[in-house]
Nanobody, 113 residues
Framework: QVQLVESGGGLVQPGGSLRLSCTAS????????MGWYRQAPGKQRELVAT???????NYADSVKGRFTISRDNVKKMVYLQMNSLKPEDTAVYFC???????WGQGTQVTVSS
């Protein structure tokens, strides 16, 4: 059974940082592309960043230069380091793999003063 469990969300002031983590189980993690997506209230879910099995990364324009995705194949984890956070980054952040077949439950990120 495939499971993705996110953690690390919370409330942060504008300009602050957070690091999200996603722990995977039930898959051969090293061969899977991984991604972070987010969904703000009243909006569609959108891609934030992806990392391939070969560690090639891709970012949404809105987060380029501020967010960094990385992975640890030994720990079966993918991370999203978020710096210079803005109120518009407020959303539930989801971990995804398997071409969209598998999603985590999400972790709330709120950027507010």
């Amino acid at each position: 059974q495939v499971q993705l469990v996110e953690s690390g969300g919370g409330l942060v002031q504008p300009g602050g940082s957070l690091r999200l983590s996603c722990t995977a189980s039930g898959i051969i993690f090293s061969v899977y592309d991984m991604g972070w997506y987010r969904q703000a209230p009243g909006k569609q879910r959108e891609l934030v960043a992806t990392i391939t099995s070969g560690s090639t990364t891709n970012y949404a324009d809105s987060v380029k230069g501020r967010f960094t995705i990385s992975r640890d194949n030994v720990k079966k984890m993918v991370y999203l380091q978020m710096n210079s956070l803005k109120p518009e980054d407020t959303a539930v952040y989801f971990c995804r793999t398997g071409g969209g077949r598998y999603w985590g439950q999400g972790t709330q990120v709120t950027v507010s003063s």
